[in-house]
């Protein structure tokens, strides 16, 4: 099978890589088209995923996104024409399900955010096949008429991805970390996001509250990078890190986002969410399980060291701070045949 892959944001990378790895050991032929935005093309060169970049971000604006559309899909559409394509997915990139739908190749999309409506809009009506999370419920996607094409899997894509990562401490030296200090990992917001249309003030009280302490602040765009760099007090990568293992190490996770929630989540780190939008129903989930806290005051973020975890076979067992749970690993092997059809 010829099999063609899209990754347009950089969590994209991470959640796709496993089952692009899978493809490829089961011998299927692979190719991969990347969307120059945030880290996603250096992702994909730490990780060795050979790709076409094709394409760029076009700005904050509905008129600049459509435009964006409109311009990559068409570039994608030329890459593909005579590549002979079996099948394709992206985690929802809306130019791989139009570039797909013209030129009749089967396509699947998958997300776990089911309130991206412009996005939901386009390409849960052009795919073939919506792979999401079982934790939302099938009403919510009537208004995008995808409720026929639903593929629903259990858990976390998190637990999928991360099903045989552990650790490595190599990060911390990296980033002249001391593992026996208090380390914060920050998120900033998506800012270019559609679905968060505003500042976040609460974010930047956390911020202040943890400008000259171990906080390692990850950036979505050039202009947070900059604006960080400006006040001073955070360690800011200059490049694409190994996150996961910040993470796993991390004593506390403030995110704006929704993919390093859960991935502290995953990883059993005590994680809030500083979200300003809708919740979606898989974060709605966490919530209630206890599993991420939402965030109401910035005094509630005190840097401390968590008590240790044990890591073992079965998975990492995190003892102290909110939030901390037991390691799940689920295996990705589902999510291949589920965007590929064999389910």
Request: a neutral charge.
């Amino acid at each position: 099978m010829k099999v063609w892959v899209d990754l347009t944001n950089s969590p994209h990378v991470l959640v796709l890589a496993p089952i692009i790895r899978r493809l490829r050991e089961q011998g299927h032929e692979v190719e991969v088209t990347a969307r120059d935005f945030a880290q996603t093309l250096q992702l994909c060169d730490r990780l060795g995923i050979g790709y076409y970049a094709i394409g760029a971000h076009r700005g904050a604006k509905l008129g600049d996104k459509a435009r964006g559309l409109f311009d990559r899909s068409l570039a994608l559409t030329r890459f593909a024409r005579a590549r002979g394509f079996d099948v394709s997915f992206g985690h929802g990139s809306n130019d791989v399900t139009v570039a797909s739908k013209l030129l009749g190749i089967p396509c699947a999309t998958m997300f776990d955010y089911e309130w991206a409506t412009v996005q939901h809009n386009v390409n849960c009506r052009l795919a073939r096949a919506v792979v999401v999370p079982d934790m939302i419920p099938v009403e919510r996607f009537r208004r995008y008429g995808a409720v026929a094409k639903l593929r629903r899997y259990p858990g976390l894509k998190e637990e999928y991805y991360l099903y045989d990562f552990e650790p490595d401490p190599a990060v911390l030296t990296e980033l002249g970390l001391d593992a026996g200090q208090p380390i914060t990992v920050v998120r900033t917001p998506p800012a270019v996001s559609l679905y968060h249309r505003f500042e976040n003030d609460l974010f930047g009280e956390v911020l202040k509250r943890l400008q000259g302490s171990q906080a390692v602040v990850l950036p979505r765009t050039q202009a947070q990078r900059d604006q960080l760099t400006e006040a001073g007090g955070f360690i800011v990568p200059e490049r694409a890190i190994d996150a996961q293992s910040l993470i796993a190490y991390a004593d506390l996770v403030v995110s704006a986002g929704g993919t390093m929630n859960r991935e502290a989540v995953a990883l059993g780190t005590p994680v809030y969410t500083v979200f300003e939008g809708r919740l979606g129903a898989v974060d709605e989930q966490l919530i209630a399980d206890g599993r991420l806290r939402k965030l109401e005051s910035a005094d509630q973020v005190s840097p401390v060291k968590r008590q240790s975890c044990a890591t073992g076979a079965e998975g990492t067992v995190s003892a102290g701070g909110a939030g901390s749970t037991q390691r799940i690993r689920r295996d990705p092997q589902l999510l291949v045949e589920l965007l590929t059809g064999s389910q």
